[in-house]
Every structure is written in structure tokens, then in C-alpha cells.
């Protein structure tokens, strides 16, 4: 059973496989509005494999959100079709019943996904080179160079 957050409804939710490189993976999948929640009835999905870390009741449920999500279509896996989800830096297979209809549900949620939490977009920013964001001074308001140790306008401590 997903543990559903705040203002999380379930669209579609049946049995699944998840292809890993570590092997199949079987449980069940469920699409929300907010994201992809796998519950594994085995073994973990690797790490580094989009997947995160397990959550939940049973620690079993592997999350991903939807802002994360590029694409949904059917592709032609070495096992037969499966339901691809392209995500901003990986690809999941995942096999599942009625391909086009999941592909449609999540399409049409990722549509009108919430935005990604500012903290995910700052570090994915860091991450591609960009600069750190400056610190603003919670005294004088003034920002400050990204590291600095206390303001540069008025001196006071961060
Ligand atoms: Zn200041």
C-alpha cells in the first residue's frame, strides 16, 4: 500500500516488473499526480539506477517525482514491450498490462505535475557548474558571494 503524501491521489496502479541491471524486478507500480511509486515485492532496484532510496512503511517503496519525468511511451524490450520513462538523466523499462494506457496516464500527469523543490533545483544547477546561489543577510538584506562567512555590507555572522 503507497504511502500517499499531502494532496497525493493514486491514477492507475497494477503489477509491474522493473528491468534493472541487476534483473527484474517484480512489484507493483502506481502513478499519482505528484510521482512514480514502485513497491518492490523482492529485491531492491540497484542504486544509480534513478530509483533512490527505499521509503515508506515497509521501506519497499521507491519514488520517483513526476517533475522528473520527460517522456512515457511504449519501446520493444529484449523481453517483449515495455512501458519506457525517460527521465531527466536516466531511462526506466518497466513491464506492465496495457502499455498505451499507462503511457496516456503518465503523460497526462506529468502535464500537470507540481514543480520540483527549489532545494532539488539549486543543487541540480550546482551540479551542471553554475555558481552557488549568494547568501542573503537576514540583518541588512545585502547578499554576500556564495562561502562567505559573515556579511560583506555590515559584518554580521552567517
Ligand atoms: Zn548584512
Redesign the pocket.
Known sequence: MVLLQSGETPLRSGPAVVYTQGGPRPGTLTVTNQAIVFETSGAPPPNGEGWGAGGGPGRNEYRIGLYRVRQALGAKGPNGPVLQVNLLARVLYIGVDDIPAWAATLTAAQAHAPPPPPEDAARRAMRKGGPAPPIR?G??T?LSPAGSIK?V????PF
Open positions: 543577510c540583518y541588512c545585502r556579511c555590507s555590515c559584518g554580521a
